[in-house]
C-alpha cells in the first residue's frame, strides 16, 4: 500500500492550474450542485490545511466496520463523500441480513472497510482515491475503488475531463498506457481478462486520478484480472500534450518535504526518565489507554487534563490518522505518554493475509519513526482480535485491556466513570477512545476517581505482566 503521500516530486513538469478554469465544468459526480453550501468546521491542525479525517468505527456480534473519510469545509463535497459511503454501507447491511441465516455462528464475522489515500497536488489540489473492501462471513470478498480530486480554493470535485483534453484520441492514448502497464505488471500479468480495453476506455476520464507521479487508476476487483489480482492500480505518466492549456499555467507541484522529514527525526527524549532518573513507583497503578486516535480536539484535550493530574496514558494510534494529525503525536511523546500501534486501518488483523497483516502494522510504525523517531513500544489489535501470527508480525508487545468502558457504545461520562468504579483494581488496563468526544468528559471524572482512591496512572507497559 502506497500509503504515503505521494509528495515524490516530478521535477519539470510544471503543469499549471488557472483557477479560472476550476469552476468552469461541473464533473459528473457533483451534479447539480452549487457549492456555495455553508462552511463545515475544519481544524487547523491536520497536515494537510483545510481536511480532516473522519473515522467510524463500528463492532457488532455478526460484523465489524471501519470507515474512513476526508472531511472538508465544504459541506456539498462532504455530502458526496458520505453519500458514497451510506450506499456502500447499505449495500453491505442489505446483502449481511439477507445472508444472516447462512452464516454458521457468530463468530463468524462479516466486515466493511472503507479506506482512502491522500495525494496533495498544490497547496488547494487534492486526490483521494477510495478502497471498499467487504466479505460476508469471511466468504470471498468484495473489492471497489473510487477516486475524488478537490480543488479547495473552490470546493469544487474534479475528474480527468477537467484537466484533460478529452478527444477520443486521448482516451485511447490513456486506456493505452493503462493497459501495457497492466499487461507489464507481474501481479497482474497472468490474470488479465481479455476485452476489457473499450469498457475501461469509456470511463477513463471518469476514473483516474492525479498524483505527484502521474495518472493513478485502480480498477474493482474482476474488473479486468481475476480475484488473484485483487485491485489491479497502475500508475502512467500524466501526458503534458493531453493536459489542457488553462491548467499547464499555474499548477506548480508542491516540493518534495517527505524525504527531508524522515532524514530530520530523530527520537523524543522519555521526558519522563529525564525528570526523574528514578521514578518512584507508585503502589496502585491503572493504564488508561486511548484507542483509535489522534483526533484533533479530543487528543490535546486529554493531554490538558492527564498534565492537571499529573498522570500518564498510552495512546494506541491510527496510521491513517496520525498520517493527518503527526503534530499531536509528537506533543503526546513529548509529555512522556506512551505510543501504541493500532494498525493503519483498523482491519480485523486475523482476517488478512500475512502480506496484508504486516503492511497494516508496519507501515505505522514507519510513520511514527518519522514523526517522533521511534516505532510503538506497545501494539494492540484491532477488536482485540489476534492470533500467533498476528503477535509474531507485531514487532511490540501486545497489549488487550482489563477493563472496557464501552465508551463508543454509550458516549456517557457517566457509564465511562461506573465501569471504571465497579471494575477498578490494582493494574488495571481501561479501554477509552480519544476519537469521541464524550470520553474527554469521562476522562475527566476517572481521572477525579481515580486520585480520590489514590490510584495513579502510569504507561502501560509499567503494568504489563502485573495486570
Ligand atoms: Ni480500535
Not at 455478526?62 to 458526496?80: D, W
Not at 486526490?127 to 480530486?149: I, P, R
Not at 505518466?237 to 499547464?248: A, F, Q, Y
Not at 481521572?447 to 502485573?466: I, N
Given at each position: 500500500m502506497n500509503y504515503r503521500l505521494a509528495i515524490t516530486l516530478l521535477v519539470g513538469?510544471?503543469?499549471?492550474?488557472?483557477?479560472?478554469?476550476?469552476?468552469q465544468t461541473l464533473p459528473?459526480?457533483?451534479?447539480?450542485?452549487?457549492?456555495?453550501s455553508t462552511q463545515e468546521t475544519v481544524t487547523s491542525?491536520?497536515?494537510?490545511?483545510?481536511i480532516d479525517i473522519s473515522t467510524e468505527i463500528t463492532e457488532q456480534d455478526t460484523f465489524k466496520m471501519a470507515i474512513h473519510s476526508p472531511k472538508v469545509s465544504y459541506s456539498s463535497v462532504n455530502a458526496t463523500f458520505q453519500e458514497f459511503i451510506d450506499a456502500e454501507k447499505k449495500a453491505f447491511r442489505d446483502e449481511l441480513q439477507q445472508n444472516l441465516e447462512f452464516i454458521?455462528?457468530?463468530?463468524w464475522q462479516s466486515e466493511l472497510y472503507i479506506t482512502f489515500q491522500t495525494y496533495q497536488l498544490t497547496d488547494t489540489l487534492y486526490s483521494f482515491s477510495f478502497a471498499v473492501e467487504s466479505n460476508l462471513a469471511g466468504a470471498n470478498g468484495n473489492q471497489k475503488t473510487k477516486a475524488f480530486m478537490i480543488d479547495l480554493a473552490s470546493g469544487k470535485l474534479l475528474t480527468l475531463e477537467d484537466l484533460l483534453v478529452t478527444t477520443p484520441e486521448a482516451s485511447q492514448q490513456l486506456t493505452e498506457d493503462v493497459f501495457k502497464t497492466l499487461r507489464t505488471t507481474e501481479a497482474y500479468k497472468d490474470y488479465l481478462f481479455k476485452e476489457t480495453f473499450q469498457e475501461v476506455e469509456k470511463t477513463i476520464f471518469e476514473r483516474g486520478f492525479v498524483t505527484q507521479e502521474g495518472i493513478g487508476f485502480k480498477f474493482n476487483k474482476?474488473?479486468?484480472?481475476?480475484?488473484?489480482?485483487?485491485m489491479p492500480e497502475v500508475l502512467v505518466p500524466l501526458p503534458e500534450t493531453l493536459v489542457k492549456d488553462s491548467w499547464k499555467e499555474s499548477l506548480t507541484f508542491m516540493p518534495n518535504e517527505e524525504d527531508e522529514e524522515v532524514a530530520d527525526a530523530e527520537p523524543i527524549e522519555d521526558p519522563v526518565e529525564k525528570q526523574q532518573p528514578e521514578p518512584s513507583r507508585p503502589e496502585k497503578k491503572v493504564a488508561l489507554t486511548f484507542d483509535d486516535g489522534p483526533h484533533p480536539e479530543n487528543t490535546p484535550a486529554i493531554l490538558q487534563l492527564l498534565h492537571d493530574y499529573n498522570m500518564k496514558g498510552t495512546f494506541f494510534m491510527l496510521g491513517s490518522r496520525i498520517e493527518y494529525y503527526p503534530e499531536i503525536v509528537k506533543t503526546i511523546r513529548e509529555q512522556g505518554h506512551e505510543i501504541g500501534n493500532h494498525?493503519?486501518?483498523?482491519?480485523?488483523?486475523?482476517?488478512?493475509?500475512e502480506a496484508n497483516m504486516k503492511e497494516e502494522i508496519t507501515s505505522v510504525d514507519t510513520l511514527l519513526e518519522s514523526v517522533i523517531g521511534e516505532k510503538a513500544s506497545v501494539f494492540r489489535p484491532p477488536y482485540g482480535a489476534t492470533n500467533d501470527l498476528v503477535e509474531s508480525v507485531a514487532g511490540a508487545p501486545t497489549v488487550l485491556w482489563?477493563?472496557?468502558?464501552l465508551d463508543w457504545k454509550s458516549h456517557d461520562p457517566k457509564a465511562i466513570l461506573a465501569s471504571v468504579e465497579n471494575n477498578l483494581h490494582p493494574n488495571a488496563i481501561i479501554l477509552m477512545h480519544d476519537?469521541?468526544?464524550a470520553t474527554v468528559e469521562g476522562v475527566e471524572l476517572v481521572l477525579t476517581y481515580l486520585q480520590e482512591q489514590g490510584y495513579t496512572s502510569v504507561p502501560v507497559s509499567e503494568v504489563l505482566g502485573e495486570e
Amino acid at each position: 500500500m502506497n500509503y504515503r503521500l505521494a509528495i515524490t516530486l516530478l521535477v519539470g513538469l510544471a503543469i499549471l492550474i488557472s483557477s479560472a478554469l476550476l469552476v468552469q465544468t461541473l464533473p459528473a459526480q457533483t451534479k447539480e450542485e452549487t457549492n456555495e453550501s455553508t462552511q463545515e468546521t475544519v481544524t487547523s491542525s491536520s497536515e494537510y490545511p483545510g481536511i480532516d479525517i473522519s473515522t467510524e468505527i463500528t463492532e457488532q456480534d455478526t460484523f465489524k466496520m471501519a470507515i474512513h473519510s476526508p472531511k472538508v469545509s465544504y459541506s456539498s463535497v462532504n455530502a458526496t463523500f458520505q453519500e458514497f459511503i451510506d450506499a456502500e454501507k447499505k449495500a453491505f447491511r442489505d446483502e449481511l441480513q439477507q445472508n444472516l441465516e447462512f452464516i454458521p455462528s457468530p463468530h463468524w464475522q462479516s466486515e466493511l472497510y472503507i479506506t482512502f489515500q491522500t495525494y496533495q497536488l498544490t497547496d488547494t489540489l487534492y486526490s483521494f482515491s477510495f478502497a471498499v473492501e467487504s466479505n460476508l462471513a469471511g466468504a470471498n470478498g468484495n473489492q471497489k475503488t473510487k477516486a475524488f480530486m478537490i480543488d479547495l480554493a473552490s470546493g469544487k470535485l474534479l475528474t480527468l475531463e477537467d484537466l484533460l483534453v478529452t478527444t477520443p484520441e486521448a482516451s485511447q492514448q490513456l486506456t493505452e498506457d493503462v493497459f501495457k502497464t497492466l499487461r507489464t505488471t507481474e501481479a497482474y500479468k497472468d490474470y488479465l481478462f481479455k476485452e476489457t480495453f473499450q469498457e475501461v476506455e469509456k470511463t477513463i476520464f471518469e476514473r483516474g486520478f492525479v498524483t505527484q507521479e502521474g495518472i493513478g487508476f485502480k480498477f474493482n476487483k474482476y474488473e479486468v484480472a481475476a480475484g488473484a489480482a485483487g485491485m489491479p492500480e497502475v500508475l502512467v505518466p500524466l501526458p503534458e500534450t493531453l493536459v489542457k492549456d488553462s491548467w499547464k499555467e499555474s499548477l506548480t507541484f508542491m516540493p518534495n518535504e517527505e524525504d527531508e522529514e524522515v532524514a530530520d527525526a530523530e527520537p523524543i527524549e522519555d521526558p519522563v526518565e529525564k525528570q526523574q532518573p528514578e521514578p518512584s513507583r507508585p503502589e496502585k497503578k491503572v493504564a488508561l489507554t486511548f484507542d483509535d486516535g489522534p483526533h484533533p480536539e479530543n487528543t490535546p484535550a486529554i493531554l490538558q487534563l492527564l498534565h492537571d493530574y499529573n498522570m500518564k496514558g498510552t495512546f494506541f494510534m491510527l496510521g491513517s490518522r496520525i498520517e493527518y494529525y503527526p503534530e499531536i503525536v509528537k506533543t503526546i511523546r513529548e509529555q512522556g505518554h506512551e505510543i501504541g500501534n493500532h494498525t493503519w486501518n483498523h482491519k480485523q488483523l486475523p482476517s488478512l493475509s500475512e502480506a496484508n497483516m504486516k503492511e497494516e502494522i508496519t507501515s505505522v510504525d514507519t510513520l511514527l519513526e518519522s514523526v517522533i523517531g521511534e516505532k510503538a513500544s506497545v501494539f494492540r489489535p484491532p477488536y482485540g482480535a489476534t492470533n500467533d501470527l498476528v503477535e509474531s508480525v507485531a514487532g511490540a508487545p501486545t497489549v488487550l485491556w482489563t477493563i472496557d468502558t464501552l465508551d463508543w457504545k454509550s458516549h456517557d461520562p457517566k457509564a465511562i466513570l461506573a465501569s471504571v468504579e465497579n471494575n477498578l483494581h490494582p493494574n488495571a488496563i481501561i479501554l477509552m477512545h480519544d476519537i469521541h468526544t464524550a470520553t474527554v468528559e469521562g476522562v475527566e471524572l476517572v481521572l477525579t476517581y481515580l486520585q480520590e482512591q489514590g490510584y495513579t496512572s502510569v504507561p502501560v507497559s509499567e503494568v504489563l505482566g502485573e495486570e
